[in-house]
């Protein structure tokens, strides 16, 4: 099993910047990548990044390429998310999620996930 736990959200005005935070515990030698993923109300979640375990691979979704950075620490097996450039439409639940089976790119299936992070951004 994989614990994954996010903090890092809050409410933030337009322009803004934030950092996510996605701390992985248990079998964690497993994991050969994570992602993050968000949910706005209404709406379908969707992918915004993911990164290889080892972090020499990421992917972005074209909505957060050029303002959103996915890295990681070894160490710590914490992955982050630099969100700079904040817009309303970015308002959403963050997701963290790892991926164990298999060892395709870009990653999937997810099979754990963590409870979500509130990410609001003001106009």
């Known amino acids: 099993q994989v614990q994954l736990v996010e903090s890092g959200g809050g409410l933030v005005q337009a322009g803004g910047s934030l950092r996510l935070s996605c701390a992985a515990s248990g079998r964690t030698f497993s994991i050969y990548a994570m992602g993050w993923f968000r949910q706005a109300p209404g709406k379908e979640r969707e992918f915004v990044a993911a990164i290889s375990w080892s972090g020499a691979r990421t992917d972005y979704a074209d909505s957060v390429k050029g303002r959103f950075t996915i890295s990681r620490d070894n160490a710590e097996n914490t992955v982050y998310l630099q969100m700079n450039g904040l817009k309303p439409e970015d308002t959403a639940v963050y997701y963290c999620?790892?991926?164990?089976?298999?060892?395709?790119?870009?990653?999937?299936?997810?099979?754990?996930w963590g409870q979500g992070t509130r990410v609001t951004v003001s106009s």
């Open positions: 999620a790892a991926a164990t089976i298999g060892s395709r790119w870009p990653p999937g299936p997810y099979n754990y």
